[in-house]
């Protein structure tokens, strides 16, 4: 595993400046105000998560999936090997983007309309959807390679989006009763729902690796 | 034995792969046949890269998914097609063998790098076909690998860097217990390096032979129509119609010079052997 994390972490300096920009643009939209405040980290933690996905395209390009299988790896130490990467990559930028903001945010004077709490939870949030939407794409991105993922993961938010609004016409929803409802149900139940998403999230990662290692044991190279 | 394979099947649209060899501690075995003929789709069989529809491969006495890391770390690959990613540079590639292969000499693999004027400070993408070739080579034989499985790894390379290619595969073969499978198109390389030799022409095995064997034994024998009405066609393999009468291939050369001294023969070339496997007809 240390090899291939290596190679990745080889590849991933490919786009340095691509990350000084990156960094730069979300910086100057910090800048710009408190509104942009909210973007700041899930769009830093998504940058790293898709930088860390394109790893694979690299793998992938000029056939060298087949070559890097004949090295001492298997396809389930690699498949381990690009989930701990992703991971890795993506919770670093969470945390760096996490710190920046905080330090920001401090040395600024900016007014925290948040307290801690809500603040801390909106960034264990991010990086929790973060890794929600990692296991989503590893396994659509190794079954359709890079470009063809994208459009996957489009049509997957339309389906997605398409079904809920279905949902709210036909069930005539009280969408402000609703959120009243949610409001109150998380506060009383907010350590029993902390486990549930754990939990469930852990499912998710659990089910996304099987079907990814289905994906690789299928295809030939 | 490092590699067996008995009567793997494989289909691919009209492609039929039907293959049986063995490659032989302390041997280099050649498999050579035209673009096409079913040499990559042997190869990748053997790597376990795609899955055979029957038959049984065998590399290190194990199907290729149950190698272990260790003993996928005895065996050096060059893949005429696929290689490390063109945004890697040597000396990267060199930090990840480190920690891939246990047995790997990165001091060696640079030094040797270095004299083959190959850069370590430059991304792949900026190399030649032949630097690319060379460092696959390199890399495939750096870190003491017992088996190497090279397909076409002097492909699209001058004279001059195909010999330094076949210079390193004859140095990595000084060393007791190594065997090399390889395979080419272009006969004069595997000539000279080569024990065994075994030609694949539209997926099937068509000949097998020591290389010794191939180069002292075959012939062509070049007769008049009158010539061959009188021929004792026991020892022909192959037969092909030409404008002056019949070029025959036999395995048998001795045995015609002895018994038909008038007859034009030529020597057996590899290339002259491929040439009437494929386009001959059998009597």
Known sequence: MKGLMKKDISLLLVNRKLYLMVLALAL???????????IFVPYITYIMLMLGLNTIAYDDADRGMAFLLTLPVSKTSYLREKYAFCLLISSAGWAVSSILLIVIKTAGGNAWKQTITEF??????????????????????????????????????????????????????????MDRWITSFIDRNAWMLAVAVVVLLALVGVISFRVSAGILEKKEY | MMIELQHVKKKYGDFNLNCSLQVQEGMVTGLIGANGAGKSTTFKAILGLLKADSGVIRVFGKEPEKLTAEEKSRIGVVLSESGFSNYLKVKQIAGILESLYPRFQKGVFLEKCRRFQIPSDKLLKEFSTGMKAKLKVLIATSFEARLLILDEPTSGLDVVA??????????????????????????????????????????????????????????????????????????????????????????????????????????????????????????
Not at chain 1, 28 to 38: D, I, K, R
């Open chain 1, 28 to 38: 100057f939209y910090l800048a710009m105000g408190e509104a942009m405040e909210g």
């Open chain 1, 120 to 177: 801390g939870i909106s960034l264990v949030v991010y990086l929790l959807l973060c890794m929600f939407l990692m296991f989503l794409l590893i396994p659509i991105q190794l079954k359709y390679g890079s470009e063809n993922s994208r459009i996957a993961l489009f049509g997957v938010v339309l389906v997605t989006v398409g079904v809920f609004m279905l949902i709210y016409k036909v069930s005539g929803i009280d969408v402000d009763g």
């Open chain 2, 162 to 283: 195909r010999d330094e290619i076949l210079d390193l595969l004859r140095e990595y073969m000084e060393t007791d217990g190594r065997s090399i499978l390889i395979s080419s198109h272009i006969s004069s390389d595997l000539e000279g390096l080569c024990d065994d030799l075994y030609m694949i022409d539209h997926g099937e095995i068509v000949l097998h032979e020591e290389t010794d064997a191939l180069l002292n034994s075959y012939g062509v024998l070049k007769v008049s129509r009158e010539e061959w009405e009188n021929l004792d066609k026991s020892c022909i393999l192959r037969v092909r119609k030409e404008s002056f009468g019949y070029s025959c291939l036999t395995g048998e050369r001795d045995f015609y010079m002895e018994n038909y001294p008038s007859i034009a023969m030529e020597k057996g070339s590899i290339d002259e052997v491929i040439f009437m496997m494929i386009k001959g007809e059998v009597l």
